[in-house]
C-alpha cells in the first residue's frame, strides 16, 4: 500500500521510538512482569501517541485510524502493552456528549485521563450481550452490584466504563437492557464498594489485568453515557477500529519475531557455518515475511476504508483474524528458529510469541471473527 511522505515519517519516528524508548524498558521488566513506568508514560505523552485520534484543538495529533495503526505497529513490536495503553486515551465512544468531550480530551491527549474497559463477566465473555452487573436507580444515584473480568488497568485508569444491566433482558434480545456508565476514580486504590484480584497471566505484562467485585457501589445518576440501555451498542461501536488496532498490534509482534530471527540464524554458527545458509531456514524466513507483509497490507486498507468513512466491519474481523492467526505462527517459528535460546527470558521473541497468543482471543476471538465473516457472505442460519 502506498504511504504518504507523512504518514512514512510518522511510522519511522514510532519505531524510532519504540527502539529507543520501549524496547529497553520491555526487555527489563518484561521478565518480571514489571509494570509500565511512569517516566515511560509521559514519554509517550509528549510525543503525542495519547492524542493520535484527538483533535489538534483538544490537544491532539488530529490523525486518522490508518497512522493509528502505523504507530500501533511500531509499539507493539517493543512491547504490545505501550502499544494498547495508548487506546486507553483514543476510547470516547459513541455517546459521549460534546460537554465530556470538551471537559476530558485534552486531559486524554496529554494522558491524564486514560480509562479502563469493564465489559466482559464469568458468563459474558464471546457471549458481550449475556452481561449480569446489575444498575439500579436510587434516587439521584446508581447502585451497581455484580463482578466484572478481564479489566486491564482497572487500578492504573483515570476512569472505567462499565456495562451493566438496567432492565431485565428480553431472552430474544438480550442486549437490550444494558447501559454504559464512567465511573471517574483516581489511579491507585479502588473507591469503597469495589474490590479487585488480579489475573495471574501468563503474557500481557506491564500492567494489571483485574477482577473486579461491585458491592453496592454508588456513582451519581449523570454518570450514565448515552441513552438508558444503549450500552451494548455503544460498546460495539467502536469495535470495527479495536479489531484494526489488534491487527495491527499482531502485525508489529510478528515483524519484531522476524527481524529477532533474521539476526539470530545470521549469528548463530552451527557445524561451523551460520544457520542463514541452511535454505529450509532460509525458506522459512520468506514465508513468515511474505505472511506478515499480507496482514499488514490488509490491516490498513481496512484503516484507510474506516477513515473514509466506510462501513467495512466483515473486513475489519478478516483483518483481525488473519493478523491474529499469523502472529501465532510467526512468533511460534521465530521462537523456533532461536532453538533453546527461544525457550529463555533472555530473549525478546518468547514474549513475541506469548503476546501474540493474545490477539487471536481479544477483541472477539478468532472463532467469533469467522462467525461474522460466514454470516455476512452466507446468511445468518
Known amino acids: 500500500m502506498q504511504l504518504t511522505e507523512e504518514q512514512l515519517a510518522i511510522s519511522a519516528l514510532a519505531k524510532d521510538f519504540a527502539r529507543k524508548e520501549v524496547l529497553p524498558v520491555a526487555n527489563e521488566l518484561d521478565p518480571v512482569a514489571g509494570e509500565i513506568p511512569m517516566e515511560l508514560r509521559r514519554k509517550l505523552a509528549d510525543v503525542g501517541f495519547f492524542g493520535i485520534l484527538i483533535g489538534e484543538k483538544h490537544g491532539g495529533l488530529g490523525l486518522g485510524i490508518l497512522e493509528y495503526a502505523l504507530i500501533t505497529e511500531q509499539l507493539a513490536g517493543a512491547w504490545m502493552s505501550v502499544a494498547s495503553l495508548i487506546a486507553r486515551s483514543q476510547q470516547f465512544l459513541?455517546?459521549?456528549?460534546?460537554?465530556?468531550?470538551?471537559?476530558?480530551?485534552?486531559?486524554?491527549?496529554?494522558?491524564?485521563?486514560?480509562?479502563?474497559?469493564?465489559?466482559?463477566?464469568?458468563?459474558?465473555?464471546?457471549?458481550?450481550?449475556?452481561?449480569?452487573?446489575?444498575?439500579?436507580r436510587d434516587r439521584d444515584e446508581w447502585v451497581i452490584t455484580g463482578q466484572k473480568m478481564w479489566c486491564t488497568f482497572a487500578d492504573g485508569a483515570y476512569y472505567i466504563l462499565l456495562f451493566a444491566r438496567t432492565s431485565m433482558p428480553d431472552p430474544a434480545r438480550k442486549d437490550k437492557g444494558i447501559s454504559c456508565f464512567v465511573i471517574d476514580k483516581e489511579p491507585g486504590p479502588f473507591p469503597e464498594g469495589i474490590s479487585g484480584t488480579?489475573?495471574?497471566?501468563?503474557?500481557?505484562?506491564?500492567?494489571?489485568?483485574?477482577?473486579?467485585?461491585?458491592?453496592?457501589?454508588?456513582?451519581p445518576a449523570d454518570a450514565l453515557v448515552g441513552a438508558q440501555g444503549d450500552g451494548f451498542k455503544i460498546a460495539m461501536g467502536n469495535l470495527d477500529v479495536a479489531r484494526v488496532h489488534t491487527a495491527a498490534r499482531a502485525v508489529g509482534l510478528a515483524q519484531a519475531a522476524l527481524d529477532d530471527?533474521?539476526?539470530?540464524?545470521?549469528?548463530?554458527?552451527?557445524?561451523?557455518?551460520?544457520?542463514?545458509?541452511?535454505?529450509a531456514l532460509r525458506f522459512k524466513i520468506a514465508d513468515?515475511?511474505?505472511?506478515?507483509?499480507?496482514?499488514?497490507?490488509?490491516?490498513l486498507q481496512v484503516a484507510r476504508q474506516i477513515d473514509a468513512g466506510e462501513r467495512c466491519s466483515t473486513r475489519a474481523s478478516m483483518a483481525k483474524l488473519f493478523a491474529s492467526e499469523m502472529a501465532e505462527r510467526v512468533t511460534s517459528d521465530a521462537l523456533q528458529l532461536h532453538g533453546g535460546a527461544g525457550y529463555t527470558k533472555e530473549?525478546?521473541?518468547e514474549r513475541h510469541w506469548r503476546d501474540a497468543r493474545l490477539t487471536k482471543i481479544f477483541e472477539g476471538a478468532s472463532e467469533i471473527q469467522q462467525r461474522i465473516i460466514s454470516d455476512d457472505i452466507l446468511g445468518r442460519p
Open 347 to 349: 530473549f525478546a521473541v
Open 198 to 219: 488480579p489475573m495471574r497471566k501468563i503474557g500481557y505484562h506491564g500492567w494489571k489485568t483485574w477482577e473486579l467485585s461491585f458491592d453496592g457501589f454508588r456513582i
Open 288 to 299: 513468515m515475511a511474505t505472511q506478515i507483509e499480507a496482514a499488514r497490507a490488509l490491516t
Open 261 to 279: 530471527a533474521v539476526e539470530y540464524i545470521q549469528t548463530r554458527i552451527q557445524f561451523d557455518r551460520p544457520l542463514a545458509v541452511n535454505q
Open 94 to 136: 459513541e455517546g459521549w456528549t460534546d460537554e465530556m468531550r470538551a471537559k476530558h480530551l485534552a486531559a486524554a491527549a496529554r494522558g491524564d485521563y486514560l480509562c479502563a474497559f469493564a465489559l466482559s463477566e464469568p458468563e459474558a465473555g464471546s457471549d458481550a450481550a449475556n452481561v449480569r452487573c446489575q444498575a439500579v
